[in-house]
């Protein structure tokens, strides 16, 4: 076995136990990295003398007798939705290609701090907008168990690098599906935490009621150490959950030792005749095993997902088009006064009016969101800028709070006749690349049953559960509000008897 | 395999082509002028079609009772989270870099042409 293919708790005892140094373990990522990812193409950009210098340094500390923790000296791949001080950071759009990150996003500060080896940034849809990484204006990212397929999306450069195991683990984000898609489109785990759970200081905003980081992993005890390393209270997220200032408890509820007296949902509107046969049978063959391992199966109804996909495309786009009016051509990134690569503008030649294809102030935004933002993040600028306009306010932003509401209670209401809710991640396994790139309609019915935990609130993860035509198959588990280590755990006891 | 999925898609196509729901072109072109982007004619039309068809999907929303219902503010009920409105100072190395992730940049200062002409 190659180092690159262990777990994080196999590196951690491999480094303790000195049958290994990080920096091998590093090198073999990076050999990893050079074999398939001309193919794969799930990074942007490598850091590569900064991950060796880290890792050298957890080696001396090893050397020098010093404890080391889970995560030092074990390597991560980072979306490049997530700031590191002194990197290029993209968000996968030409708008940020030559911008350079001036500091550390929270979750990189902890993992910083804990030690972590940091491979480089992985590819994703422009902005997180997208559910496949074809939007990405840096070329898509193919799938690991068939390059032909899409990876899912958007954070399909994480999940395609931990399929690939050209990284130990890594870090996405989750606006609406985008780290639990991918993970069952690329047949690897990855776990939204419930909102405010992680910090957002240092993610690129997409929507931002929305928004969670989360991480990717071989599986759910890893997927563990690294939400336990990146999660609590920060000054700097107002919206990060805080009691009185001290941290969550680790449990809110305990967490499930065994299947035994565990109450577990089905909701049958989450299994609607139009997915994918195979798929639907992979989910049930999982279910009924927790049935013999003891856990009462309960059917349950939601309100029909699509209304919380209704919802989802119109507060999304809502928060898309005001969080990124920060692009205009003159804070940061591609300018049409200045595009990247070109010489700096003599100080003469730039004088008002004088520069080419922009008159005035209004061109330059005008121009350099053009021609730096790719079709989609256009469209959803656009679809928000009117779901938000004078006159249309109430009928549609309003009105998907008031029905975001009521989801919020339905839910409130099923997780009081059973603990959590098992279901597909994905309507169907890994497309062809390109099949829906046209259609965004149909791009967006694949996000059905992982939007609603985004928009109520609620913590989700996906882990394998078989494959269908040599195609990975994902299971949902979906928790309360907070139950977080709750999910974790009934995802550990899943993984064990599928 | 019939997907009801992509029923309920081509559904949409058919309720499109019956009801005139689609934005007209200059509502684009408005839409276009508030976000800041500037739209060909070719993708004008394309827009027209795509944000109909989302905007026909949202539209499901309004067939739901929502009277009385509180629209939400916050999902975790949180309300107003205050700080002190302090000045953190930061490294001159940081203010530089930033003021330096302007594309036009002089003396420190972020450079733009003139907000009134």
């Known amino acids: 076995m190659e180092l690159n293919q262990l777990t994080i708790k196999e590196c951690h005892k491999g480094l303790v136990s000195k049958d290994f140094s990080s920096e091998e373990l590093t090198k073999a990522c990076f050999k990893e990295i050079k074999k398939q990812d001309k193919k794969i193409r799930a990074f942007l950009s490598l850091n590569e003398d900064g991950a060796l210098t880290q890792a050298k340094e957890v080696d001396k500390k090893i050397k020098n007798g010093g404890k080391i923790g889970i995560l030092e000296g074990v390597p991560a791949a980072i979306k490049d939705n997530i700031l590191i001080k002194g990197l290029n950071c993209t968000a996968g759009s030409k708008i940020l290609e030559n911008y350079i990150a001036t500091y550390d996003a929270t979750v990189i500060k902890k993992l910083k701090s804990a030690g972590a080896v940091i491979l480089g940034k992985t590819n994703m849809d422009e902005f997180a907008m997208g559910s496949s990484t074809e939007n990405s204006a840096y070329g898509a990212t193919k799938n690991p168990h068939n390059l032909k397929k899409v990876p899912g999306g958007s954070s399909g450069g994480s999940a395609a690098a931990v399929a690939a195991t050209m990284c130990v683990y890594a870090l996405g984000s989750d606006t609406g599906g985008s780290i639990r898609q991918p993970a069952s489109l690329c047949g690897v785990c990855g776990f939204k935490p419930s909102y405010g759970t992680v910090s957002r200081y240092g993610l690129i905003a997409m929507a931002s009621s929305l928004d969670q980081i989360g991480p990717f992993a071989k599986n759910v005890s890893d997927l563990k150490c690294v939400f336990e390393a990146i999660s609590g209270a920060d000054e700097k997220d107002a919206t990060s959950i805080q009691k009185r200032g001290v941290r969550l408890p680790k449990v809110e509820s305990p967490t499930p030792k065994s299947f035994k007296g565990l109450k577990i949902g089905v909701p049958k509107e989450y299994f609607i005749e139009g997915m994918e046969e195979s798929v639907k049978k992979k989910v049930e063959e999982a279910i009924a095993k927790m049935k013999k391992a003891g856990a009462e199966i309960i059917d349950v109804s939601l309100l029909d997902p699509s209304y919380g996909l209704a919802v989802y495309y119109t507060i999304m786009p809502a928060e898309v088009s005001a969080n990124l009016a920060r692009f205009d051509g003159i804070r940061y990134g591609y300018s049409v006064v200045q595009p990247p690569h070109s010489p700096p503008i003599p100080t003469e030649s730039s004088k008002q009016g004088e520069i080419e294809g922009a008159k005035n102030l209004l061109d330059v935004y005008k121009k350099s969101r053009t021609e730096g933002f790719g079709k989609e993040t256009i469209r959803r600028i656009m679809l928000g800028t009117y779901v938000l306009s004078a006159g249309y306010y109430d009928a549609y932003y309003k009105q998907a709070q008031k029905v975001r509401a009521l989801i919020r209670d339905d839910f409130r209401r099923v997780f009081e006749k059973v603990n959590y809710l098992v279901t597909p991640t994905s309507p169907s396994v890994a497309w062809a690349l390109g099949a829906k790139f046209e259609d965004p309609l149909t791009m967006y019915l694949s996000d059905i049953y992982t939007v609603t935990a985004n928009v109520a609130g609620l913590a989700g993860v996906s882990i394998p559960c078989g494959e269908s035509r040599g195609l990975p198959v994902g299971l949902q588990i979906m928790g309360n509000q907070h139950d977080d280590y709750g999910v974790l755990g009934v995802a550990e006891l899943c993984e064990k008897i599928i | ?117």
């Open chain 2, 1 to 117: 395999m019939k997907s009801r999925i992509l029923d309920r898609v081509g559904a949409i196509r058919g309720y499109l082509l019956l009801h005139i729901m689609e934005l007209t072109g200059k509502e684009v072109e408005h839409i276009a002028d508030l976000a800041r982007i500037e739209i060909s004619e070719k993708d004008k039309e394309k827009f027209q079609e795509q944000l109909s068809s989302i905007l026909d999907y949202v539209n499901k929303l309004n067939e739901v009772d929502t009277k009385g219902v509180e629209p939400i503010a916050h999902i975790t009920g949180l309300f107003n989270i205050m700080r002190e409105d302090e000045i953190k100072p930061q490294s001159e190395e940081t203010m530089k870099k930033l003021v330096e992730s302007a594309p036009e940049h002089e003396n420190n200062l972020v450079k733009t042409l003139g907000v009134f002409e």
